[in-house]
């Protein structure tokens, strides 16, 4: 099992960046598929990016709309994910979670459904 601890968020303008934090503890981190998804207000929640335990080779998946703008990466020594966000927009308003699955099944690797653990998420506030 592992324990998620998002950070990083708060209230910024357009054009900003962001670095989001995703901190685990538990066992075994390394071999986690690490996903970030938000929920925007009154909207599902939907995938932003994931990154792959050892099993997979450490790859990152993006949501199409967004990779130009996100980045995630993985300290499996400090038991940490990021997600870089620049150029912030209004529309990146939303509550961020971090959440692990130690199985790897690429072809739902966008889908929340697949991840058994999640933090709490971190509030991320976009102003124009």
């Known amino acids: 099992q592992v324990q998620l601890v998002e950070s990083g968020g708060g209230l910024v303008q357009a054009g900003d960046s962001l670095r989001l934090s995703c901190a685990a503890s538990?066992?075994?981190?390394?071999?986690?598929?690490v996903g970030w998804f938000r929920q925007p207000p009154g909207k599902e929640r939907e995938f932003v990016a994931a990154?792959?335990?050892?099993?997979?080779?450490?790859?990152?998946y993006y949501a199409d709309s967004l990779k130009d703008r996100f980045t995630v990466s993985r300290d499996n020594a400090k038991n940490t994910v990021v997600l870089q966000i620049n150029t912030l927009k209004p529309e990146d308003t939303a509550v961020y979670y971090c959440a692990a699955d130690q199985r790897l099944i690429l072809s739902s690797i966008r889908n929340p459904v697949q991840y058994d653990y999640w933090g709490q998420g971190t509030q991320v506030t976009v102003s124009s």
């Open positions: 538990g066992r075994s981190f390394s071999t986690y598929t």
């Open positions: 990154v792959t335990g050892s099993r997979g080779g450490y790859r990152s």
